[in-house]
């Protein structure tokens, strides 16, 4: 029994061992075969081609990993390199404000140095340090006082045109009430002194930025652009100083005046450096002494 049983299993093993045999000798055979133009081992050549895509994989993987990487510090760099250029133009724009800022402080300065040869009054330059606009009336404060010889009335003033007067005073600053004010008035004439008839008063409309000028005779000749300067027979302004342009014309007639809007000339809403001047007007004769008959030698 244990005879056959040994058989048995011998022949039921048989083809077993036959496929082994076999493939150990392909295994052998390919191992030791060789590509005839090449005379590489056809097993190194197998390898190689099953590895290839492997290979192509990995490579391609590899190479876009590294791209990656260099357009995230590329990335990095440009955007270093904006910050950069956006604070050189920040310090570029913030230069080429404050140089404008200058020219034009520059530009207010010399009409303010012009006054004096306009008018022949001494004047003092001040800055505006504190602005007070409502419906009722406009005035600005500016950083000089009594302790710099201003006194009330005194015209305040810019290389443009006028801008008001000194209604208030410490001895550092005064409170200026300017020409747009409902209260505020001064003698005005359309066009040069000496030149025209059309002689009246302006005054201040409140918030709207205009001026009237009332009185003029409707037989005067008032356009549209016609300039307004001060008479000085207010006793506050010198004469010859420019109040404004004439923008709006409502004529009158021989027994009406006419109704006259005026811009005025000074940019009252952008004041910053105003000239107060130390203008005294000249004493107006008494009254007995402009009367007729009066015998001038009793006391």
Avoid at 56 to 85: M, P, Q, Y
Avoid at 231 to 259: N, R
Avoid at 281 to 292: G, H, I, N
Wanted: hydrophobic share 40%.
């Amino acid at each position: 029994m244990a005879a056959i049983r040994t058989q048995r299993e011998i022949r039921q093993r048989a083809p077993i061992w036959l496929a082994i045999l076999l493939l150990t000798n392909i295994v052998i055979m390919a191992v030791d075969a060789r590509d005839s133009s090449t005379k590489q081992r056809l097993i190194r050549v197998w390898v190689q081609a099953l590895a290839s895509p492997v290979q192509s994989i990995s490579s391609g993987a590899s190479g876009a990993g590294t791209n990656f990487v260099r357009e995230i510090v590329s990335f990095r760099r440009t955007a270093k390199e904006n910050e950069r250029l956006k604070e050189e133009l920040a310090a570029t724009q913030l230069q080429v404000r404050n140089a404008q800022q200058a020219t034009d402080e520059n530009e207010r300065l010399k009409g303010l140095l012009g006054l004096k040869e306009q008018t022949g009054c001494e004047r003092i330059a001040a800055r505006v340090i504190a602005r007070d606009s409502s419906a009722w009336f406009n005035t600005i404060t500016i950083n000089r006082g009594s302790s710099s010889g201003l006194a009330l009335n005194m015209p305040v003033v810019t290389g443009s045109g006028i801008v008001g007067r000194v209604i208030a005073l410490s001895p550092w600053t005064a409170q200026v009430m300017m020409i747009t004010d409902e209260k505020a008035a001064a003698g005005a004439i359309v066009g040069q002194i000496g030149g025209s008839g059309a002689l009246g008063s302006v005054r201040g409309l409140g918030n709207n930025g205009l001026i009237e000028m009332r009185y003029v005779s409707g037989l005067e000749k008032v356009e549209v652009g016609n300039y307004i300067l001060t008479t000085g027979q207010d006793g506050i302004y010198p004469p010859g100083l420019t109040v404004g342009e004439v923008v709006q014309v409502k004529a009158g007639t021989a027994t009406q005046s006419h109704e006259i809007l005026i811009r005025p000339s000074a940019k009252l809403d952008q004041l910053e450096e105003v000239a107060v001047l130390l203008y005294h007007p000249p004493a107006r004769p008494a009254a007995e002494q402009t009367l007729p008959n009066v015998d001038k030698t009793k006391k």
